[in-house]
């Protein structure tokens, strides 16, 4: 069996070459939207970017061609946009297609800058002294480094203290702010000074790192570093692919040395829901895989059969992974959209009557659930009780993001609702729906996050303290703020690092806000000039990783790195000091560590 597939211009066209005869065989596979068949088959069935296309009967030897379009005119980008997870299913057997080479191919780190001191994200102050000393670990008898010892075993970066090594000596400092450090590295050895764990945690991180950027001759001098941001988070879309929970402590680790401090964890999409919940245990049941058989078929490329779940100890021992690094983790259940499987699962939590013919940005119908359905109050109140629950971080994000047009109009529950609750808008009934429901979060005593659309409506949307995510673009969360919201900077320009590096067709990724070569991620102010005025309301950034087109785990690492450099640094650096150069040199510097943690990267 063989499969093949090249771009040319607005089409994908795919050859299936077939090493038996085979009596109309259907054609089976995801593309990263939804399609029509130009030529060479019939399109027998479709959900959203999945695709059933009957074949005429195939000759061994004999390749078949498919032209396929997506419709309104999409452009596919790359190589990530042909088909994925493909299968044929023929004489009631599943044919297994050799998958397409998938993944970004590793291009030149163009020559950049070296700054005098490698790190990342850049430190406040740096006051050298000339000179340097030889060092190959450090010596402390205290147990506050364990953690670091750790995490330095993990990565292959340890050890971190050593018997013989450079005297390491804590000190208290109350006036430092929590998440603040001092180091003095001298000739004799090194002072840490810190007012909590967290500050002598980077501290430590700050060495750990040195150690490595400068090949065991730490410059002398002292680091005064503190963090500009509260939140320094990254997100992981764990609904369209399935990631195993080691590569998520992966995750966190890279993180941890990149000082950042939030894992977004998305695992629940249209796609999938993942955690074992107790309280709604069906929707993980006939959710977590999908493909033949199952509920869901084979979307974004899920082939014959993929994904899984989270057990409850899988969500205890990430949750305490992150803890030990200072990452608090950020559940996220997705409403009132992105629940097409939800909905599957509980048709209770659409209105019958709906007659709307919605499609979401990503093809879904019928992916939004009625807050005029009783049974919706209850399936998300236990639900999000249980998921905040879980997470000690006290927050749980709610999604709210691509609510699409249409949605509600055709349901005369929603009209009565509308009537009742003074509603006009398709706005105003999500607005009224988050508000609603972080409302018995907060009597939960947990605080709500959510997509910058969450500030829509006429009653100022969901209200209750939440913490908005501004993801496309900034000027939603500049307005958000204004109007009273604490914003994270997430615009998909610049940090959604499932974007493609560049317009190449032989690269890899999404495309949909920008290409974005690794200059670009911070190539943005998160607080933009003529944003002065709400400088206090952003709170931090976040990168995100959405994996429509992800099949295996190790796929996010060249996507995430050396660009989750650039993400760190904007989280952290008050005074937002790299250049392009500077990025490009301090991802040379960071290839030891990439290297050392077997973490591939796209340049070198
Ligand atoms: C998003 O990217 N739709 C949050």
Same mark, same amino acid.
């Given at each position: 069996?063989?499969l093949s597939a090249?771009?040319d211009?607005?089409?994908i066209?795919?050859?299936v070459?077939?090493? +038996?005869?085979l009596?109309?065989p259907?054609f089976?596979f995801?593309?990263m939207? #939804?399609?029509?068949?130009v030529?060479?088959?019939?399109?027998v069935?479709?959900?959203?970017s999945? *695709?059933?296309?009957?074949?005429p009967?195939?000759?061994?030897g004999t390749?078949?061609?498919?032209?396929l379009q997506?419709?309104?005119?999409?452009?596919?980008?790359?190589?990530?946009?042909? #088909?994925?997870g493909? =299968? $044929? +299913?023929?004489?009631?057997?599943?044919?297994e297609l050799?998958?397409?080479p998938?993944g970004?191919?590793?291009?030149?780190?163009?020559?950049?800058?070296?700054?005098d001191?490698?790190?990342?994200p850049?430190?406040?102050r740096?006051?050298?002294v000339?000179?340097q000393v030889?060092?190959?670990?450090?010596?402390?008898?205290?147990d506050?480094?364990?953690?670091v010892v750790?995490?330095?075993?993990?990565?292959?970066?340890?050890?971190f203290?050593?018997?013989d090594?450079?005297p390491?000596?804590?000190?208290?400092?109350?006036?430092?702010a929590?998440?603040?450090y001092?180091?003095?590295i001298t000739e004799? !050895?090194v002072?840490l000074a810190?007012?909590?764990e967290?500050g002598?945690f =980077?501290?430590? /991180?700050?060495l750990l790192t040195?150690?490595?950027?400068h090949e065991?001759?730490?410059?002398l001098?002292?680091?005064e570093?503190a963090? +500009?941001?509260?939140?320094r988070g990254? *997100?992981?879309d764990?609904?369209?692919?399935?990631f195993?929970?080691s590569?998520i402590?992966r995750?966190?680790?890279?993180?941890?040395?990149?000082?950042?401090?939030?894992?977004?964890?998305?695992?629940a999409?249209d796609?999938?829901?993942?955690?074992?919940v107790e309280?709604?245990?069906?929707l993980?049941?006939k959710?977590?895989?999908?493909?033949?058989?199952? $509920?869901?078929?084979?979307?974004?490329g899920?082939?014959?059969r993929?994904?899984?779940?989270y057990?409850?100890d899988?969500?205890?021992?990430?949750?305490?992974h992150?803890?030990? $690094?200072?990452?608090?983790?950020?559940?996220?259940?997705?409403?009132?959209?992105?629940? =097409?499987?939800?909905?599957?699962?509980?048709?209770g939590?659409?209105?019958d009557?709906?007659?709307?013919?919605?499609?979401s940005?990503?093809? =879904? #119908?019928e992916?939004?659930?009625?807050?005029?359905?009783?049974?919706?109050?209850?399936?998300?109140?236990?639900?999000s009780?249980?998921?905040?629950?879980l997470?000690?971080l006290g927050?749980?994000?709610? !999604?709210?993001?691509e609510?699409p047009d249409?949605a509600?109009?055709?349901s005369?529950?929603i009209?009565?609702?509308?009537?009742?609750?003074?509603l006009?808008?398709?706005?105003?009934?999500?607005?009224?729906t988050?508000? +609603?429901?972080?409302?018995? $979060?907060?009597?939960n005593?947990?605080?709500p996050v959510?997509?910058?659309e969450?500030?829509?409506?006429?009653?100022g949307? /969901?209200g209750?303290g939440?913490?908005?995510?501004?993801?496309?673009?900034?000027?939603p969360?500049?307005?958000?703020?204004?109007a009273?919201?604490d914003?994270?900077?997430?615009?998909?320009?610049?940090v959604?690092?499932?974007?493609?590096?560049?317009?190449?067709t032989?690269?890899w990724?999404?495309?949909?806000a920008a290409?974005?070569?690794l200059?670009e991620?911070i190539?943005?102010?998160?607080?933009p000039?003529?944003?002065?005025?709400?400088?206090?309301?952003? /709170?931090?950034?976040? !990168?995100c990783f959405w994996a429509e087109?992800t099949?295996?785990?190790?796929q996010?690492?060249?996507?995430l790195?050396?660009?989750i450099l650039?993400v760190?640094s904007k989280a952290?650096d008050i005074?937002?000091?790299?250049?392009?150069?500077?990025l490009r040199?301090?991802?040379r510097?960071?290839?030891?560590i990439?290297?050392?943690?077997?973490?591939?990267t796209?340049?070198?």
């Amino acid at each position: 069996m063989n499969l093949s597939a090249r771009l040319d211009d607005l089409s994908i066209i795919v050859e299936v070459t077939s090493d +038996r005869p085979l009596s109309a065989p259907v054609f089976c596979f995801s593309l990263m939207a #939804p399609a029509k068949v130009v030529r060479g088959g019939t399109l027998v069935q479709a959900v959203a970017s999945y *695709h059933e296309v009957e074949l005429p009967d195939l000759v061994p030897g004999t390749g078949h061609e498919i032209v396929l379009q997506h419709l309104g005119g999409f452009r596919p980008a790359n190589r990530a946009w042909l #088909p994925l997870g493909a =299968y $044929l +299913r023929a004489e009631g057997e599943i044919i297994e297609l050799p998958a397409l080479p998938a993944g970004v191919t590793q291009g030149d780190l163009p020559p950049g800058e070296m700054p005098d001191l490698r790190i990342v994200p850049p430190v406040t102050r740096w006051s050298p002294v000339g000179g340097q000393v030889s060092v190959t670990g450090f010596v402390s008898d205290s147990d506050d480094f364990e953690p670091v010892v750790q995490l330095a075993e993990r990565t292959g970066l340890g050890p971190f203290l050593i018997p013989d090594g450079l005297p390491l000596i804590q000190e208290v400092d109350g006036q430092l702010a929590t998440e603040a450090y001092r180091l003095n590295i001298t000739e004799s !050895g090194v002072s840490l000074a810190a007012s909590s764990e967290s500050g002598r945690f =980077y501290g430590a /991180i700050t060495l750990l790192t040195l150690l490595h950027t400068h090949e065991g001759q730490l410059p002398l001098g002292e680091i005064e570093d503190a963090p +500009r941001f509260e939140w320094r988070g990254q *997100h992981l879309d764990c609904a369209r692919h399935f990631f195993e929970p080691s590569t998520i402590k992966r995750l966190m680790d890279l993180m941890a040395l990149l000082k950042m401090n939030r894992f977004h964890w998305h695992f629940a999409d249209d796609e999938a829901f993942r955690v074992e919940v107790e309280s709604v245990p069906e929707l993980w049941q006939k959710t977590a895989f999908r493909g033949e058989g199952e $509920l869901l078929p084979g979307l974004f490329g899920g082939g014959p059969r993929a994904g899984g779940t989270y057990s409850l100890d899988d969500v205890a021992e990430i949750i305490a992974h992150g803890q030990a $690094l200072n990452i608090g983790t950020l559940p996220e259940i997705e409403v009132p959209a992105h629940s =097409y499987g939800m909905a599957k699962v509980l048709p209770g939590l659409r209105d019958d009557a709906d007659t709307g013919a919605e499609t979401s940005v990503q093809g =879904y #119908p019928e992916n939004v659930l009625s807050p005029a359905s009783d049974q919706t109050w209850e399936v998300l109140g236990q639900l999000s009780a249980e998921v905040a629950g879980l997470f000690p971080l006290g927050l749980i994000h709610l !999604g709210c993001d691509e609510l699409p047009d249409g949605a509600w109009d055709g349901s005369p529950a929603i009209d009565a609702l509308k009537k009742r609750e003074g509603l006009s808008s398709r706005d105003d009934v999500q607005g009224w729906t988050m508000a +609603r429901l972080a409302g018995q $979060l907060a009597e939960n005593g947990h605080s709500p996050v959510a997509w910058e659309e969450a500030a829509r409506g006429s009653n100022g949307g /969901i209200g209750h303290g939440a913490i908005l995510q501004s993801w496309s673009g900034q000027g939603p969360g500049i307005d958000a703020a204004r109007a009273g919201y604490d914003i994270i900077m997430s615009p998909a320009q610049h940090v959604y690092l499932d974007m493609a590096h560049s317009a190449e067709t032989d690269d890899w990724g999404a495309s949909w806000a920008a290409f974005i070569p690794l200059e670009e991620t911070i190539n943005w102010s998160p607080v933009p000039s003529g944003a002065e005025d709400i400088a206090d309301r952003i /709170i931090g950034v976040e !990168g995100c990783f959405w994996a429509e087109f992800t099949t295996s785990d190790q796929q996010i690492e060249p996507m995430l790195a050396p660009r989750i450099l650039g993400v760190a640094s904007k989280a952290w650096d008050i005074r937002d000091s790299l250049t392009g150069e500077s990025l490009r040199g301090l991802a040379r510097a960071y290839l030891p560590i990439f290297d050392s943690m077997n973490w591939v990267t796209a340049l070198r």
